[in-house]
């Protein structure tokens, strides 16, 4: 499904999705497919089933979202790793 099919089927609503098929363009995530996983009373169980899922698949792609957005704009952060002054802090 498309973000526009979902956003009419689910008008007004919070949804966890799950990316079927997708891909990077600059520092956006564009996501050409997208199954609906749950939909949801408000944002916070929203994040609470996408924390869920996210826990028992965490290979897989999620977002939760509102159906309000005319588009997806999910920004992709660059994983920077371990901060070392953090990381000996810890250990000491």
Known sequence: MRWMNVRKTYPNQWLVIEAVRAHSARTKRVLDKIAVLESCADGTTAMQKYRAFHKQYPER????????????????????????????????
């Open 61 to 92: 792609e999620f977002y939760f979202v509102h159906t309000s957005r005319k588009e997806l704009n999910i920004q992709e952060r660059q994983w920077l790793g371990i901060r070392r002054g953090r990381a000996a802090a810890a250990q000491g």
